[in-house]
């Protein structure tokens, strides 16, 4: 085993065991910094004009908008706050992929701006909800 291959095995360790101790709300701050992770990459790999490699990175992007943050949302007890935030997770999605077709970088930064947006006013009510932030 290589070392790199070895370090990845490591940090893949610790990842799954933050997922499997993290409290629900911080399962969803993961999610936001993943995106941000992979919104970053995008935007590095779209300026050195690596495209397969900032089409992946979008697409990772795009899962944990999609198959995280939107399907997160409880629009039942939630109410209004959880559509608008379905309806903002849709908007960031449509522009990731015009990001990604048209090689876009302003539509890639809107997207990361606005989900840091969301994401800074997620972790900023878990101490105020009585949960744990970290």
Request: negative net charge.
């Amino acid at each position: 085993m290589s070392p790199r291959t070895g370090a990845g095995a490591y940090a893949s360790v610790g990842v799954e065991s933050s997922v499997l101790t993290a409290s629900p709300h911080q399962l969803i701050n993961m999610l936001f910094d993943g995106a941000g992770v992979a919104i970053r990459m995008a935007g590095m790999h779209m300026q050195a004009g690596h495209t397969a490699r900032k089409g992946e990175a979008i697409s990772r992007a795009l899962d944990i908008v999609n198959n995280g943050l939107l399907a997160a949302l409880d629009v039942q007890r939630g109410g209004e706050l959880a559509q608008r935030l379905a309806a903002l997770y849709e908007y960031i999605a449509r522009r990731l992929l015009s990001a990604n077709l048209d090689n876009d970088k302003a539509a890639l930064d809107e997207a990361g701006q606005l989900l840091e947006e969301i994401g800074s006013a997620w972790r900023d009510i878990g101490p105020r909800a009585g949960h744990p932030s970290t």
